[in-house]
């Protein structure tokens, strides 16, 4: 069989669950890929999300070619190291290693650590390289976007 099935939400169960009210969590939705007699078997909690999708399909077939996406494939575990971005509309929330990096588009907000769904301890003060990484990798994707999305850049001539 050369199926497989993706099954993803597009949101959470925010009214019914309270973890899903945390403010990390509003953006967390499952992901399942199921492909009969696959090799790839188990469940992976590490950070991933929707645009990750397609990168792990393309993996998952054998597919070499270059291509383009903000994602990484959710089997290679040595070429990207895993991380999440989501807006709520005036911020934007980074998580990657063991932190979550709380950005405004101008100036960081806060550092949290990564079981700190609910952004309660802000570490700003206690900055460390780790942190000014993420600070980096944050603007970094954003102004990527900006620039491939909002400009209209999405195909390098």
């Not at 945390?22 to 992901?31: D, E, G, H, L």
């Not at 709520?88 to 932190?99: D, K």
Request: aromatic share 14%; glycine share 4%.
């Amino acid at each position: 069989m050369h199926t497989i099935f993706v099954l993803v939400a597009d949101h959470a169960n925010q009214t019914f669950y309270d973890e899903y009210r945390k403010p990390i969590n509003r953006y967390a939705v499952p992901i399942i890929i199921y492909k009969p007699n696959s090799k790839y078997v188990g469940v992976d909690d590490n950070f991933a999300q929707q645009i990750d999708i397609y990168p792990t399909i393309l993996d998952m077939i054998g597919y070499k070619k270059p291509f383009r996406s903000w994602g990484r494939s959710l089997i290679d575990k040595k070429t990207t190291e895993p991380f999440v971005i989501n807006s709520t509309g005036t911020i934007y929330q980074y998580s990657r290693g063991n932190y979550i990096c709380t950005f405004d588009g101008k100036k960081v907000l806060g550092f949290y650590d990564k079981n700190d769904k609910e952004l309660k301890i802000n570490l700003i003060q206690h900055r460390n390289s780790e942190m000014n990484d993420l600070e980096l990798r944050c603007k970094a994707f954003i102004q990527d976007y900006m620039e491939r999305v909002v400009d209209k850049k999405m195909y390098a001539k």
